[in-house]
T-cell receptor
């Protein structure tokens, strides 16, 4: 296992189209997170899973965004009816269950979305 | 007010100097704190974690945490040009979610 994998690395789409991104976490990590990052800003939390359960979803996330993690392995993030404001880097991260406290993340390389 | 605040910089230091990066947080529910390094066009990479008040050293990096003051810092000793990057501070809760600052851009000049 070489880390967190994200696919695709880049996606250019026309406004109004749907897009789906995939994330494969580190196999022994049961927590998976999605963040969004725009230029000059820190990563912004979108949602996270422990195993297959989606535990929290940001209220900033409109109902055009949906994420799944079937069987607690890989995850997908879908954006429906994309808007230009959705253009960003979408980062996936995974971590182990917190024991003494939350662990830091291992990030994937990200998917850069451009909506034209 | 953002939950995690960092000086945006840019911070410039000469090679071999100590770089000092600072961060404050507002959520007292944050239990653990992290520093990530992000090179331009790349994803963040975890470089330090700190869970208790005091200092934690790892090679040229020292993280400091003061929960009473809600303050976290990162010192980089003997700075190298390869340390030039954006440094992100993050606070994590026991639920596992982390909140990030907007980062401080560091430039180390040869």
């Amino acid at each position: 296992d070489t880390g967190v994998s994200q696919d695709p690395r880049h996606k250019i789409t026309k406004r109004g189209q749907n897009v789906t991104f995939r994330c494969d976490p580190i196999s022994e990590h049961n927590r998976l997170y999605w963040y969004r990052q725009t230029l000059g800003q820190g990563p912004e939390f979108l949602t996270y899973f422990q195993n297959e359960a989606q535990l929290e979803k940001s209220r900033l996330l409109s109902d055009r965004f949906s994420a799944e993690r079937p069987k607690g392995s890989f995850s997908t993030l879908e954006i429906q009816r994309t808007e230009q404001g959705d253009s960003a880097m979408y980062l996936c991260a995974s971590s182990d269950s917190p024991g003494r406290g939350p662990d830091g993340y291992t990030f994937g390389s990200g998917t850069r979305l451009t909506v034209v | 007010q953002k939950e995690v605040e960092q000086n945006s910089g840019p911070l410039s230091v000469p090679e071999g100097a100590i770089a000092s990066l600072n961060c404050t947080y507002s959520d007292r529910g944050s239990q653990s704190f992290f520093w990530y390094r992000q090179y331009s066009g790349k994803s963040p990479e975890l470089i330090m974690s700190i869970y208790s008040n005091g200092d934690k050293e790892d090679g040229r990096f020292t993280a400091q945490l003061n929960k009473a003051s809600q303050y976290v810092s990162l010192l980089i000793r003997d700075s190298q040009p390869s340390d030039s990057a954006t440094y992100l501070c993050a606070g994590g809760t026991n639920a596992g979610k982390s909140t990030f600052g907007d980062g401080t851009t560091l430039t180390v000049k040869p």
